[in-house]
C-alpha cells in the first residue's frame, strides 16, 4: 500500500498537516565526537557515552528483522516489506519535493544498496502543496509491514550533501493513525541538513515536545569531513526506560523519561521504520546555486535486533 505520513521539522514551526498513515558497530577509532544541545529550543542535554562502555549489543542480540538490499539492479523497494509513498504535500514542513514511486527516485542499485535519488526537475508534471513541484525524491516506510518496540535500530548509509538536502532515517509510532502526531512518538535515528555536511541529528518528538521543540542533541565530525564522503552506520538502542544513539557503534546521547521535562514518554510501544530524501523545507531551507543534482542517499542495509 502507498501511505503518507507528516514529516516534522525539528527546528520550526509544528506540524502544519496530519495527512494519512502510513551489526556490527564499527571500532571506537571512527574518530567522531558528541557535541550536545542544551539551548533554549528546549533541547534536553544529552549524555555521551564512552563507545568502550557502550559496545554494540548487536553482537548479542536476536536479529528480528531485516533487509541487506541484494536485488537486481533498477528493481522497486522490496513490497512485503516496505511502502512507498507517493505525494507532493509538503510533509508539514513546506518540503519542495514530489515523492514519487518512479525507479528513478527509489531502485537497488545492483551493488547491494538500496537509493534515494533527489531530482531536479518534474517532467512527469506532478503538483505539489505549493503548485507545480520543483523536485521529485523518494520516501519508504514499513508501517503495517513491520512495527517493532524495543531492541537495535540500526541502518549503514551514505547520505546526500548540498544546501537544501535533508536526509533522514526515522521511525513514528504504530498507533499514529489513532493517535496522531506527536501523541504517537517520533524517534530520528539520524537527521542531515546538506548546509550542515559534518553534522548529524538524533531527537525525539512527543506531547509537549514536538516540532521546534525537541529533545535532540548532535554527532559532530571533529575533522570537519562530510559525513556524505562514505558509508556510516546509524542506530539507536531502545528500551523501556531509555533511548540511545550511536554513530559508527559510538554512543553520543542517552534520553530517559526524566528530559520530557514532565510530558509523557511515549515510547512505549511498536514504532515503523522510515527512509527519505526531503528537498527544502523551512529547517534546511531552499536549494540554492550551489546545490548539485542528482543527490543520492545509499542504504547499504537496516537490521533490527531485538536485545532482550
Excluded at 18 to 36: E, F, K, Q, S
Excluded at 173 to 189: A, K, L
Aim: aromatic letters at 12%; a negative charge.
Amino acid at each position: 500500500m502507498n501511505t503518507a505520513t507528516p514529516r516534522t521539522n525539528r527546528r520550526r514551526g509544528p506540524v502544519l498537516s496530519t495527512a494519512a498513515a502510513v551489526c556490527a558497530a564499527a571500532a571506537a577509532a571512527a574518530g567522531l565526537i558528541a557535541v550536545n544541545t542544551g539551548d533554549a529550543t528546549g533541547s534536553a542535554a544529552a549524555e555521551p557515552v564512552a563507545a568502550a562502555e557502550a559496545a554494540s549489543a548487536s553482537d548479542a542480540g536476536a536479529l528480528v528483522w531485516r533487509d541487506e538490499f541484494n536485488a537486481d539492479a533498477g528493481t522497486a523497494p522490496d513490497p512485503g516489506k516496505w511502502n512507498v509513498e507517493v505525494n507532493g504535500d509538503g510533509g508539514g514542513n513546506d518540503e519542495l519535493q514530489y515523492y514519487t514511486d518512479s525507479r528513478d527516485n527509489l531502485a537497488h542499485d545492483g551493488d547491494g544498496n538500496m537509493v534515494i535519488t533527489a531530482r531536479e526537475g518534474n517532467p512527469a508534471g506532478h503538483q505539489c502543496h505549493y503548485g507545480q513541484c520543483q523536485y521529485t525524491s523518494g520516501r519508504m516506510n514499513t508501517a503495517g509491514k513491520f512495527e517493532h518496540a524495543y531492541g537495535r535500530f540500526e541502518a549503514r548509509i551514505q547520505i546526500p550533501t548540498g544546501q537544501g538536502i535533508w536526509p533522514a532515517f526515522w521511525m513514528l509510532g504504530g498507533d499514529f493513525d489513532q493517535v496522531g502526531w506527536p501523541d504517537s512518538g517520533e524517534i530520528d535515528i539520524m537527521e542531515n541538513i546538506g548546509s550542515e555536511p559534518a553534522d548529524v541529528h538524533g531527537s525525539l518528538h512527543g506531547p509537549g515536545y514536538s516540532g521546534g521543540n525537541p529533545i535532540t542533541g548532535s554527532y559532530y565530525h571533529p575533522q570537519g569531513w562530510a559525513f556524505a564522503d562514505t558509508f556510516h552506520t546509524f542506530s539507536v538502542e531502545w528500551s523501556p526506560e531509555s533511548i540511545t544513539w550511536f554513530v559508527d557503534g559510538n554512543a553520543y546521547q542517552t534520553f530517559t523519561p526524566a528530559d520530557t521535562r514532565g510530558n509523557p514518554w511515549v515510547y512505549d510501544h511498536p514504532f515503523f521504520m522510515i527512509l527519505n530524501v526531503a528537498v527544502g523545507g523551512t529547517w534546511p531551507g531552499a536549494p540554492d546555486a550551489s546545490t548539485q543534482f542528482p543527490q543520492q542517499m545509499k542504504v547499504d542495509y537496516v537490521r533490527v535486533y531485538d536485545l532482550g
